[in-house]
C-alpha cells in the first residue's frame, strides 16, 4: 500500500477536539508504561530559517515518525512523517499546522481533566490566536465553561476573538482589560502567548486555580512569574526531560531556590494513576506543555486510519 500525503484541509476535516482528547489519552497512559517514547526538540539555525526536528514512536499502535517544522520572519511550515515499526516503510507525510494546535489543546484538555476541579466553570486566557482557541475548545470540552475572559494587547483583535470563541465553545466568551483581572477569581487560567515576560501578577491566582501554561518553549521566555511557580502546590509536566530543555517558565524559580526538576511530576504518571494530581479543592496546579513528537505520531496514526477509512488524501510515488 502507497503512502498517503494528507493536508491542512484532511487534518480539519477528520480530527475534532472530543477524538483527540482520546487519543491523547490513551498515549499518556501508554508512556507511564513504557509503551511510547519521545524524542525532545531539536533546533538548527541556518540562514534565515530556523528548523526544529523532534520524533517518536508508539509501540502499542505499531507506528514511528518524526514532526520538522520550519520558521521564518514570514511563515512557519509544519509536517509529520509516519512509518510502520514493522516493516520500516513510510506510511504518511501530514501537514501539522492545525494538528500542532490541535494536539496542544488536547494535551492541556486532558490535564485539566485530571487536574482542575470538577466544578470549575470559569477561565482566564492569555492569548487570541489559533493555539489560544484549541486550548479553550480542549478545556470547554472537559468541563462545563460558563464563562471566559480574554486578554490580549490588541483590544480590537481580543474583541474579535471573543464573539468568535462564544460560538465556537457555545460558551460566554468576553474581552478582559486588564491582565491581572483576567487572572484572578477564576477555576482556570490558560496562557498561550508569544510574549518573553509574565503576563500576570501571581498574586493574582486564587487558591483552587488550575493552570495551562503552553506559548514558551524556549528557555529564555516565561508567561508566568516566580510568585505563580511558588504558589503551585503542584507542577505538572508533559515530559520533565522536555522541559528541562525548554521550559524556561521555570527556571527563574528555579534558580532562586523555591522549586527543582525532582519536585516535579509527569502527567503520564498522573493519568496512569501512579501519582496525584489535585490533592485538595485549595491546591493551586499548574500544567506546562512544551510540545511532544509523540503526540503528534498518536494522532497522525488515527488521523491515517480515518484517512483510510473514507478513502482520502494523495498516493505517494513511494
Known amino acids: 500500500m502507497s503512502a498517503i500525503f494528507l493536508t491542512e484541509d484532511h487534518v480539519r476535516e477528520l480530527l475534532d477536539m472530543p477524538t483527540a482528547i482520546e487519543v491523547v489519552e490513551e498515549l499518556f497512559r501508554e508512556l507511564a508504561n513504557g509503551r511510547a517514547k519521545n524524542v525532545p526538540r531539536q533546533r538548527v539555525q541556518a540562514g534565515k530559517m530556523l528548523l526544529h526536528t523532534m520524533s517518536g514512536a508508539c509501540e502499542y499502535l505499531g507506528v514511528g515518525g518524526w514532526k520538522a517544522y520550519s520558521t521564518t520572519r514570514e511563515k512557519s511550515r509544519?509536517?509529520?512523517g509516519l512509518y510502520d515499526l514493522a516493516t520500516g516503510e513510510m506510511l504518511a507525510i501530514i501537514e501539522a499546522d492545525f494538528l500542532g494546535q490541535i494536539r496542544t489543546g488536547a494535551t492541556s484538555g486532558l490535564a485539566t481533566e485530571f487536574l482542575a476541579r470538577p466544578d470549575a466553570k470559569?477561565?482566564?486566557l492569555f492569548g487570541a490566536g489559533p493555539q489560544a482557541a484549541t486550548q479553550l475548545k480542549a478545556v470547554c470540552s472537559v468541563r462545563k465553561i460558563s464563562r471566559v475572559e480574554v486578554y490580549c494587547r490588541d483590544a480590537a483583535r481580543?474583541?474579535?476573538?471573543a464573539a468568535q470563541m462564544s460560538e465556537y465553545?457555545?460558551?460566554?466568551?468576553v474581552p478582559g482589560h486588564a491582565p491581572d483581572e483576567v487572572a484572578s477569581d477564576k477555576d482556570i487560567v490558560i496562557t498561550a502567548t508569544t510574549s518573553k515576560t509574565p503576563v500576570f501578577d501571581g498574586r493574582a491566582l486564587d487558591e483552587g486555580t488550575h493552570l495551562n501554561v503552553i506559548g514558551s518553549n524556549f528557555l529564555a521566555k516565561s508567561e508566568v512569574d516566580i510568585t505563580t511557580v511558588q504558589r503551585a502546590d503542584s507542577l505538572i509536566c508533559d515530559s520533565i526531560e522536555q522541559c528541562r530543555l525548554e521550559a524556561g517558565d521555570f527556571i527563574p524559580a528555579i534558580e532562586a531556590g523555591t522549586t527543582d526538576w525532582p519536585l516535579m511530576h509527569e502527567l503520564a504518571?498522573?493519568?496512569a494513576g501512579r501519582d496525584t494530581g489535585r490533592a485538595l479543592p485549595e491546591n493551586i496546579t499548574l500544567f506546562k506543555s512544551v510540545g511532544l513528537a509523540v503526540e503528534d505520531i498518536a494522532l497522525c496514526a488515527k488521523l491515517l486510519q480515518l484517512a483510510r477509512n473514507q478513502r482520502l488524501g494523495t498516493p505517494l510515488p513511494f
Open 78 to 80: 509544519f509536517h509529520v
Open 269 to 271: 504518571d498522573i493519568v
Open 158 to 161: 481580543r474583541e474579535a476573538f
Open 169 to 173: 465553545c457555545a460558551t460566554e466568551v
Open 122 to 124: 470559569i477561565v482566564g
